[in-house]
Nanobody
Framework: QVQLVESGGGLVQPGGSLRLSCATS????????IKWFRQAPGKEREEVSC????????YYADSVKGRFTVSRDKVKGTAFLQMNSLKPEDTAVYYC????????????????WGKGTLVTVSS
């Protein structure tokens, strides 16, 4: 059974940091690209970051570039999103998703999704 389970969300003050984890099972992470998305209340789902399975190359949305870092541990089958210098506008439910495609694969083309973890940035 394929599963992606996010963890690490919570309440943090502006300027703080959180590290999200995406634990995968039921498929071979080596063959899949991992993306992170987020969805704030009343807004559309937004792609935040992507990490390739082939060469480890990464992609970031302009809104998080320089503050977020995506990584993956193939041995543990886990992906991570390190989020620093958090802002109130980063408040959202964060999802990880996997695709057999590439970082260019559209949101609707993702093969597997987690259920999300809530990040709230507030003083």
């Amino acid at each position: 059974q394929v599963q992606l389970v996010e963890s690490g969300g919570g309440l943090v003050q502006p300027g703080g940091s959180l590290r999200l984890s995406c634990a995968t099972s039921g498929f071979t992470l080596d063959y899949y690209v991992i993306k992170w998305f987020r969805q704030a209340p009343g807004k559309e789902r937004e792609e935040v970051s992507c990490i390739s399975n082939s060469d480890g190359s990464t992609y970031y949305a302009d809104s998080v570039k320089g503050r977020f870092t995506v990584s993956r541990d193939k041995v543990k089958g886990t992906a991570f999103l390190q989020m620093n210098s958090l802002k109130p506008e980063d408040t959202a439910v964060y999802y990880c998703a996997a695709t057999y495609g590439t970082c260019r694969t559209a949101t609707y083309g993702m093969d597997y999704w987690g259920k999300g973890t809530l990040v709230t940035v507030s003083s």
